[in-house]
């Protein structure tokens, strides 16, 4: 069956350290990975995007990687503030499916100061 | 303006009701779409739109009815809803890479929290 997994609910880190966060996926063949944040009671806000054929891609303190030999995701989050706390989704984007936007069951961080 | 709007923010529906929710963006995106989020889960794709058209419905019960009066806006009809209906509604549009596909980030809006009695 397809499946697309976050690696937990939640994370706690320390502010200051490097949050990482996994996407990984089952059975399905992406052209593109996005990820997302979300804060409570608002709609996902973009953050980046990696396409099939790219392994890394960096914006400010962001980075994310793309191995679709492992089917997995990984978004880092450098030097780590509070205001990064948020729940953060990843999200496949499949070819020919009109823009559908599959969605993880998010990570939700929590950064302590 | 990089803004999808979106009224009312808040609706409570009786059972019977019919009602309406609004979407709106001026950034010459020809894709929308409308998401449904339940708490504590992602968002679920309900519908999307391709230069006004329905491309994509993912098996919606009726009492879910969309529209696209034109490349701005984008309404979502509800009657007849049930209280499990009841979610916040996000809608999102983004730039098509050709007709009918999209692989572009998407703008949400603040999503209409709907609590259906």
């Known amino acids: 069956s397809q499946k697309i997994e976050q690696n937990s609910e939640a994370l706690n880190i320390q502010e200051g350290k490097t949050a990482t966060l996994t996407c990984n996926y089952t059975n399905y063949s992406p052209a593109y990975l996005q990820w997302y944040r979300q804060d409570p009671g608002r709609g996902p806000v973009f953050l980046l995007l990696?396409?099939?054929?790219?392994k890394e891609k960096r914006k400010e303190r962001l980075k994310v990687t793309f191995d679709t030999t492992l089917k997995q995701s990984l978004f880092h989050i450098t030097a780590s503030q509070p205001a990064d706390s948020a729940t953060y989704l990843c999200?496949?984007?499949?070819?020919?499916?009109?823009?559908?936007?599959?969605f993880g069951q998010g990570t939700e961080l929590s950064v302590k100061p | 303006d990089t803004e999808v709007t979106q009224t009312p923010k808040h609706l409570v529906m009786g059972m019977t009701n019919k009602k309406s929710l609004k979407c709106e963006q001026h950034?010459?995106?020809?894709?929308m779409y409308w998401y449904k989020q339940k708490a504590k889960k992602p968002p679920e794709l309900m519908f999307v739109?391709?230069?006004?058209?329905?491309?994509i419905n993912e098996s919606v019960p009726s009492r879910f009815s969309p529209e696209c009066p034109n490349s701005s806006l984008l309404n979502l009809h509800l009657h007849a809803l049930q209280p499990e209906d009841s979610a916040l509604y996000l809608c999102?549009?983004?730039?098509?890479?050709?007709?009918?596909?999209?692989?572009?980030?998407?703008?949400f809006g603040p999503g209409t929290r709907l609590t259906v009695l």
């Open positions: 950034m010459g995106h020809r894709a």
């Open positions: 999200a496949l984007v499949l070819y020919n499916q009109g823009g559908k936007l599959i």
């Open positions: 999102a549009s983004s730039q098509e890479n050709e007709v009918g596909h999209s692989y572009n980030e998407q703008f």
């Open positions: 990696i396409r099939e054929n790219e």
């Open positions: 739109y391709s230069y006004e058209k329905l491309s």
